[in-house]
């Protein structure tokens, strides 16, 4: 499996879907509804995206998961989290995609950062005797 490849190939089926868009789309002061609004676009589209690219697409997980959407190549399922925000610094993003692995490895580098953070305060804590103890830099 190329998930080069494969990401390219979602990518422009997913800017193409949205190309028709592109002018009206206007920058909201809301990023959850404009990450909505692109959400609900490719959840309508997402069976003939996939039908057309080859693919057999999954059933739209739930709430809570590591991915958006999925679809089957082979044995194998590929997940993607469509990233709506904090790819734009100002307001909003023109949305983009993740391969699930490549998600998984931003979010074990995030928790693993924050995880060492916490045992340095804990240690600190210990340290002066279990007084003064914060989470946050003094």
Request: net charge positive; aromatic share 10%; with cysteine.
């Amino acid at each position: 499996m190329n998930l080069k490849e494969i990401s390219e190939k979602i990518e422009q089926a997913l800017c193409s879907l949205f190309d028709e868009m592109r002018t009206s789309i206007s920058s909201r002061e809301d990023s959850r509804a404009f990450g909505a609004m692109i959400e609900k676009r490719i959840t309508s589209h997402w069976p003939s995206i996939c039908e057309n690219l080859g693919y057999m697409p999954s059933p739209i997980p739930g709430r809570r998961t590591l991915y958006d959407f999925a679809f089957n190549h082979g044995q194998q399922i590929v997940g993607i989290d469509v990233k709506t925000k904090d790819l734009d610094s100002s307001r909003y993003s023109d949305g983009g995609i993740c391969l699930f692995v490549t998600l998984a490895i931003q979010h074990y580098q995030r928790v693993s950062r924050d995880a060492l953070k916490r045992i340095e305060a804990l240690q600190k804590f210990k340290d002066n005797g279990y007084q003064h103890f914060t989470f946050s830099p003094r």
